[in-house]
C-alpha cells in the first residue's frame, strides 16, 4: 500500500509544487518563503485527497481520486497578487474561501449547471490555462528575474534547452511507471547539471527545518475583495467541471460508474478542500487527472492506496527539508520542463475541442471569440491599462474573461430560442464523446 502510494504521490509532485513556485516569486516571495508555500501546498494536498477518497457523510466520491493545486488558479492569483501589492496572497486566501464555500454550498445542484459547460466551453478554458502559463516557462527559461544582469543568457537558455530535450528523451524511451514520472526526473537531471554551471542555490535547504508545521494564516488573515472573489469562484466553477468529468472517466476505470451522489460527494470534497486550504496557506484543490491514468494503467484500483498516497503528502508537507528540495531547482531547468508541463495542459484544451462538435452551429465561433478574448492579457498587457483597478483583477486574467465569453456565447448560440434545441444536442453528444475519451485516454493530461 505504501508504495503505490508513494507511486502516485511521484506521478503528481510535480503539479502540486509548480503553482507555488509560479505564484510565490510573482508575489515577492523569498526562495524559502516560496519553500514554505509549497511545504504547505503538499500538506493541503494530503488533506485533500482524505477527504476525497475516505470522506464522511455526504463528503468525498470516496474513489481512488487525487486531489492537489489546481493549475487553473494561477493565472487569476497572478493577476490578483499585482493588484494587490504586499497583500497579495491574503487577498488571494480571502478569495478562495469564499469560491470553496460558495462551491460546498452549490455541489447539489452543480449537476444541473453541467449542460452550460460543454466541451466547447471546458476546452477553451483549458487551452487559455495552458496558453496563459507557457510565457512563465518563457520567463523561467530566461532567469525568471528581467532585472537580473544574466537574464537571457546563453547560459540560462541552454540549461532549459537541455532540461527540455532530456525530458523528451525520457518520454521517448523509457515505458510504464518511469515513463510518467518523465518530468520529475527531468527536474532532478537538470538540477543535477546545473550544479558545476553555478545555477543551483543551496539557501532553502540550509534555512529549512527537518520538522514544521504549516502555521494557520501564515502570511496573514484573509482579505475579501469583491474582484478577486469574482476571479476565483469562476476558477471554482472550472475546476468543478473537469472533476466532475474526472469522476465520470475514473467510475468507468474501477468499475463503479459515478452516480449524481458520488459526483456531489466528490464535489463537496473539492469545496471543502479548497476552502480549508488557505488556512494552512494552500491553493484552490481540484483532480489530478494524471493519476486517474496511473489507476488504469496499474490496475491497482483500492481507494485506500490513494489515501495512503495522502498521508505520504502530509509527512513531505511536515518536513520542510522535503520542500526545500524542490526549491534547489533552477528557474531555468524549471522553465524547460514547464515548457512540456503548460504545452500539456493547452493540448489537452486542444484534445477537448476535438470531441466539440464544431461543424455544429456557431461552435467553432465561440472558440474563436472566447480564445481571441482570453489572449488579450498576453498578446497585449497593457491593453486594460484604462479601466478601474478593481475589475483589471479579472480583465488580466485571459482565463477569466475567455471563460465568461465562451459561457454566454455557448447560452446565446446553443441554448436559448429556437436554435438552442439543437445545440443542446450536440453539447451532450460531445460531452458523451469527452467522457468516452477520459476513460480510455490514460495518457490524457489535464489541468492540475
Same mark, same amino acid.
Given at each position: ?319 520542510? #527539508? ?17 515548457? #512540456? ?108
Amino acid at each position: 500500500m505504501f508504495t503505490s502510494g508513494l507511486q502516485h504521490v511521484a506521478a503528481m509532485y510535480a503539479g502540486v509544487v509548480a503553482p507555488p513556485m509560479i505564484v510565490g516569486p510573482a508575489v515577492g516571495l523569498s526562495a524559502t518563503e516560496t519553500a514554505f508555500l509549497m511545504g504547505a501546498s503538499l500538506f493541503t494536498a494530503g488533506l485533500a485527497t482524505l477527504l476525497q477518497t475516505l470522506g464522511f457523510w455526504r463528503v468525498g466520491a470516496k474513489l481512488p481520486f487525487v486531489n492537489g493545486v489546481s493549475f487553473a488558479g494561477v493565472t487569476p492569483m497572478v493577476a490578483i497578487g499585482k493588484s494587490a501589492g504586499a497583500d497579495a496572497l491574503p487577498v488571494v486566501f480571502g478569495a478562495i474561501i469564499v469560491a470553496g464555500v460558495l462551491g460546498f454550498l452549490a455541489a447539489p445542484y452543480f449537476g444541473r449547471l453541467v449542460r452550460f459547460f460543454p466541451p466547447v466551453v471546458t476546452g477553451t478554458v483549458i487551452t487559455l490555462i495552458g496558453v496563459s502559463l507557457l510565457p512563465v516557462a518563457f520567463n523561467w527559461s530566461q532567469g525568471g528575474n528581467r532585472r537580473a544582469v544574466d537574464h537571457g543568457s546563453l547560459t540560462n537558455i541552454g540549461m532549459a534547452a537541455a532540461t527540455l530535450v532530456i525530458v523528451l528523451l525520457l518520454r521517448r524511451f523509457l515505458r510504464g511507471f518511469l515513463q510518467q514520472i518523465a518530468i520529475l526526473l527531468g527536474l532532478v537531471a537538470g538540477t543535477l547539471i546545473a550544479i558545476p554551471v553555478g545555477l543551483t542555490d543551496f539557501t532553502p535547504i540550509r534555512e529549512a527545518d527537518l520538522i514544521g508545521f504549516p502555521t494557520p494564516f501564515h502570511f496573514g488573515a484573509p482579505q475579501f475583495q469583491v474582484a478577486a472573489v469574482v476571479s476565483m469562484c469562476i476558477v471554482m466553477l472550472v475546476c468543478m467541471t473537469e472533476s466532475t468529468a474526472d469522476m465520470l472517466a475514473l467510475g468507468r476505470i474501477v468499475g463503479r460508474p459515478a452516480d449524481a451522489r458520488t459526483i456531489e460527494g466528490g464535489l463537496r470534497a473539492d469545496a471543502l478542500g479548497s476552502a480549508l486550504s488557505p488556512v494552512f496557506n494552500g491553493f484552490m484543490c481540484s483532480a489530478f487527472a494524471q493519476n486517474i491514468g496511473l489507476v488504469a494503467m496499474t490496475k491497482v484500483r483500492s481507494r485506500f492506496v490513494v489515501a495512503a498516497g495522502g498521508l505520504i503528502l502530509i509527512a513531505l508537507g511536515l518536513c520542510p #527539508v522535503a520542500a526545500s528540495i524542490i526549491a534547489l531547482v533552477p528557474l531555468p531547468v524549471l522553465g524547460g520542463a514547464g515548457i #512540456v508541463l503548460f504545452g500539456s495542459v493547452a493540448a489537452s484544451g486542444v484534445q477537448t475541442l476535438a470531441g466539440a462538435a464544431m461543424e455544429k452551429g456557431e461552435n467553432a465561433l465561440i472558440v474563436a471569440v472566447a480564445l481571441g478574448v482570453g489572449l488579450i492579457p498576453i498578446a497585449a498587457p497593457d491593453f486594460y491599462h484604462a479601466f478601474p483597478k478593481d475589475l483589471l483583477v479579472v480583465l488580466d486574467s485571459g482565463i477569466s474573461t475567455g471563460c465568461v465569453v465562451a459561457i454566454v456565447l455557448n447560452l446565446a448560440f446553443n441554448h436559448l430560442g429556437a436554435r438552442g434545441a439543437a445545440g443542446r444536442v450536440g453539447d451532450a453528444a460531445g460531452a458523451g464523446a469527452v467522457g468516452a475519451a477520459g476513460a480510455g485516454g490514460v495518457e490524457a493530461v489535464r489541468v492540475h
